[in-house]
């Protein structure tokens, strides 16, 4: 494929030595990795602080010239999360974030299909990375009220949410359908390296200096802000490459002529040189779909509250998980974070499987109903046997992370790109935000509802909190029941015709 760039005139010339679509498509999916990375990285601190924040101080050390009396079971916690009520103080911070995280996600998707995504998410880092800051400089100012870390939650989820829909539409204009599943199960591994960098992180300094925890990895994130604003490459026509079919058949796309891939520039007909100067006017044209458009796409709206379960259940593994670690084996904060971080590798491994095998038999729902169905009895057993060695609680967590974060990778990535750039949308591909904000920022109504319900149900014992997971992923089995049955006559017709 021919690539051109502008002379000193302003003029289109031919490049003598063409950097191929494949390198480009290969850098995008590097720096979307990292963009992302940093946002979940600026995230999982919290999760790994929180035993810090309240710790049982008769285990510690007074200092020498300690003026706390020796019956203050809380001189070492972090005031105001030294009362009794710690977990609902400390619910009410995680819920600050994802509360806001939710209600703005819906809104991003809207600002993401009108705005540039380059200065979109140049923006949202910057910011990101700032209020990530401020929630550590809380330790180094001595603030010991409430309402900051609350405040400080509710902008850090706002600004948040300026990443996931941005990264997936600029992925989405660079990718077709072909192995979208494998490829975003493989690229989606970004939330998962984010985690485990997060919890390592704040690790580093969680028993001296917490501060640092949120304050390091804010200042990486905005770092990151920077090179996206210099190096992000938003569609291939601004690079004048021809952007990719969404849709396999070709007969397909040749009866929606407005789809811009087989524009006047860019038909199967045309010279090969006006394939390569195909420009970006052509994908232009299209208006942004509005939101109750995007819910009218076959399959979004039951995606969309499948992801609010599965969601609910990563995310108070994710907020939650080292706490109830260090409670229950009673490890340090530095060792339960180490350790939850498994939960995230397994997380890599079923976001590529999950990939890998909806790709092969073309079942997006079938795979994550089938995900879900055995990650319930699996959270089970690792609460009830998880516990009774090292080994065993590292092989559980590694297979708890696969299947409760296979089908939610899944469903925010290929999912979303799949229904954003669906045949009954003709090549419109103003879509792919709007659409993937509507589905994660349901999804993320799940995630603030999880360490809530967590925190609530806490104090009656860990067992109740495991119960309302497993019901939660059943749930979210039940929903994709009719998607699962239409594939299951699909794979049958298909069958048959080969018969």
Same mark, same amino acid.
């Given at each position: ?334 060792? %339960?974070?180490? /350790? *939850? !971080? ?7 491994? +079923?976001? &590529?499987? @999950?990939? #890998? ?71 419109? %591909?103003?879509? /792919? *935000? !709007? ?7 349901? +999804?993320? &109504?799940? @995630?603030? #509802? ?50």
């Amino acid at each position: 494929m021919l690539c051109r760039r502008l002379d000193r005139r302003g003029v289109w010339g031919r490049m003598d030595t063409c950097i191929c679509v494949a390198e480009y498509r290969a850098f995008i999916l590097l720096i979307t990795f990292l963009i992302y990375t940093c946002y979940h990285m600026s995230r999982k601190p919290i999760s790994v602080v929180k035993s810090r924040l309240h710790q049982n101080c008769s285990e510690v050390i007074q200092p020498l010239n300690s003026t706390h009396s020796l019956n203050d079971t809380t001189w070492c916690s972090w005031a105001p999360f030294d009362k009794s009520n710690y977990k609902e103080l400390l619910g009410a911070v995680d819920n600050a974030f994802l509360v806001a995280y939710a209600i703005g996600m819906f809104i991003s998707g809207i600002f993401g299909e009108r705005l540039p995504l380059r200065y979109y998410l140049t923006g949202g880092m910057l910011l990101s990375g700032l209020f990530t800051s401020l929630f550590g400089l809380g330790y180094f100012w001595n603030i010991h009220v409430l309402w900051y870390f609350v405040l400080v939650q509710i902008f850090n989820g706002l600004v948040q949410t300026t990443g996931w829909p941005a990264v997936v539409s600029c992925v989405g204009n660079w990718f077709g359908k072909g192995k979208r599943g494998l490829i975003m199960g493989i690229w989606n591994s970004h939330t998962s390296v984010g985690n485990i960098l997060g919890s390592l992180l704040a690790g580093v300094w969680v028993d001296q200096q917490w501060g640092l925890s949120f304050v390091v990895p804010g200042v990486i994130t905005a770092i990151m802000g920077i090179i996206t604003f210099f190096f992000l490459i938003e569609y291939p026509e601004d690079v004048d490459c021809a952007p990719p079919q969404h849709h396999g058949n070709p007969e397909e796309s040749q009866d929606h002529p407005e789809d811009p891939a087989n524009g006047p520039h860019c038909n199967k007909e045309s010279s090969l040189e006006s394939v390569g100067t195909c420009s970006k006017d052509a994908s232009a044209q299209p208006t942004a779909i509005s939101f109750f458009g995007a819910l009218r796409i076959p399959g979004v709206v039951e995606f969309s509250l499948c992801l609010l379960f599965a969601k609910l259940v990563s995310y108070t593994f994710l907020y939650w998980l080292p706490l109830y670690i260090s409670n229950v084996v009673h490890f340090s904060a530095k060792e %339960a974070g180490d /350790l *939850s !971080t498994l939960f995230d590798v397994g997380g890599i491994i +079923g976001g &590529i499987l @999950a990939g #890998l095998v909806s790709d092969y038999i073309n079942g997006r729902a079938t795979t994550c109903c089938v995900m879900l169905i055995l990650a319930a009895p699996m959270m089970f057993l690792y609460n009830h046997v998880g516990q009774s060695g090292i080994s065993i609680s590292i092989v559980m967590l590694l297979i708890c992370g696969a299947l409760v974060n296979g089908p939610y990778a899944l469903i925010t990535t290929a999912v979303s790109a799949d229904l954003g750039t669906h045949k009954s949308l003709k090549g419109n %591909a103003k879509a /792919l *935000s !709007t659409v993937t904000a509507i589905i994660d920022g349901t +999804g993320s &109504i799940g @995630a603030a #509802l999880g360490p809530l319900l967590a925190g609530l149900i806490s104090p009656t014992g860990w067992n109740n909190v495991f119960y309302m997971l497993i019901a939660a992923d059943v749930l979210a089995c039940l929903l994709l029941c009719r998607l699962v049955y239409k594939e299951i006559l699909a794979w049958k017709s298909s069958l048959g015709r080969d018969r």
